[in-house]
């Protein structure tokens, strides 16, 4: 187990203080997350690594998993790619089914809480079994900034009953009645999928999967969605590769809260055709050392999202000090500065022209990786987020006292 001392290297002493110093104050404070999915996505892989290092700062956190039918995923995944932006309307089956399941999940969850943490849309409605003593935090993973109207009014019943609202950019707030705070997202660099690996656990990945290291790799890990464009890939590596010899791997696996998954393998595999410097890589659960081992084997790492909440991913690439190219879209402007640290792009032309320039000049490349690493490492580790958190609960319990003492 990984120990809060092991990330001073990378932050320094200073910043574990000041964690300790925050922490000590939340004794005796109970904080229940909520989310959808165990395994799968950002959300469940920040929780994975937050939720331990909550518990060593001696911070009573917990986290549950909702659960609900194929029948509710497919509504909440149509209510997220709705708040990406896609024009949906909602029947009243299928806002009762949200609200019924929402009501099952309060009635079996603990409910003695001091803090409640709901994560994304899918278990929003439990703030309805919200009572006075409580607080209460809806956490929005997702890209927000140019959501389907009816839903976000649908949404906004909701999420105007909490005592605050997080969100990942700056270009996702909301005219909301709650206070809206900036918190974004952040990775382990301890964790298996970020942490150093020797050469011989990158080679034997290589190897497992037949691909060439002698040749360029470029990736993209994602799951298999269509705002990460997979098929969008495919078509710019073909671009390249009339000019650049180099493979393209996509890596990703599906969430449990993800029921369009297989449907875009489908179509990603029909146009790849069986390329064989195309690896589809459809990968089971904790895959974390070949996500890690493949990112560190890549030349190039692209995200060619066209929604994105934060893109873990890209952090993730950026810490190894890979250059990464990703769709200008949602928070991955927080990471990526145009031509100092990765390279920004909006079309698939644009995407192939980035990824030729950076195969043919890999000093480039390798100053873009190395000044996004830095960049990383000073606002993206989870130090911070640990940090960000423990502030806001501290807040919340404070304005809950100043109503007492009124
Ligand atoms: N991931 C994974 N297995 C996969 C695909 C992705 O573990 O098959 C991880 C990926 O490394 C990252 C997270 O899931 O840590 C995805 O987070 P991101 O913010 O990039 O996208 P999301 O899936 O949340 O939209």
């Not at 290092?53 to 995944?77: M, P, Y």
């Not at 990824?355 to 000044?371: H, I, R």
């Amino acid at each position: 187990m990984v120990t809060l001392k092991e990330y001073e290297k990378y932050v320094g002493a200073d910043v574990l203080y000041e964690l300790e110093l925050y922490a000590a104050k939340l004794k005796g404070v109970s904080i229940q997350n909520i989310n959808s999915t165990a395994v799968g996505g950002g959300v469940a892989e920040i929780l994975n690594r937050m939720i331990p290092l909550l518990h060593q700062l001696g911070v009573n956190a917990s986290w549950d998993v909702i659960k609900g039918g194929e029948r509710f995923f497919e509504v909440t995944k149509k209510m997220h790619n709705a708040l990406h932006g896609k024009a949906e309307i909602f029947t009243k089956e299928e806002t009762d089914l949200y609200l019924e399941t929402n009501e099952m999940n309060a009635n079996v969850l603990d409910n003695d809480a001091d803090i409640y943490f709901i994560h994304d849309p899918q278990p929003c409605a439990l703030i309805r079994n919200k009572k006075k003593k409580d607080s209460w935090i809806w956490r929005c993973h997702i890209d927000f900034s140019n959501p389907d109207l009816f839903t976000w009014d649908y949404l906004k019943q909701f999420i105007e009953q909490y005592d605050v609202g997080i969100f990942s950019a700056p270009s996702f707030a909301r005219n909301l009645k709650i206070p809206q705070v900036l918190i974004s997202p952040s990775i382990d660099p301890l964790s298996n999928k970020n942490k150093e690996l020797p050469q011989e656990t990158i080679d034997s990945v290589l190897e497992k999967f037949n691909i060439d290291k002698k040749r360029p790799i470029v990736t993209q890990i994602s799951r298999f969605d269509y705002l990460k464009d997979p098929v969008g890939v495919v078509k710019v590596f073909r671009q390249v590769k009339k000019y650049i010899d180099c493979q393209l791997v996509l890596a990703g696996g599906g969430a449990t809260d993800d029921p369009e998954g297989s449907q875009v393998l489908a179509e990603v595999q029909a146009i790849a055709e069986n390329d064989p410097d195309i690896f589809l890589l459809l990968l089971p659960p904790a895959s974390d050392i070949e996500i890690n081992a493949l990112q560190r084997a890549s030349t190039v790492v692209l995200q060619k999202s066209l929604r994105e909440g934060f893109g873990l991913t890209v952090a993730e690439a950026l810490w190894k000090s890979k250059p990464v190219i990703a769709g200008a879209v949602g928070g991955i402007p927080l990471q990526i500065s145009h031509k100092y640290s990765g390279l920004l792009t909006h079309t698939i032309e644009g995407t192939a022209f980035a990824l030729k320039q950076l195969l043919q000049n890999p000093e480039y490349a390798k100053k873009l990786g190395e000044n996004g690493r830095e960049l990383i490492r000073k606002n993206f580790l989870i130090t911070r987020h640990l940090r960000d958190y423990l502030l806001l609960f501290l807040s919340l319990l404070n304005k809950k006292e100043d109503i007492v003492y009124l």
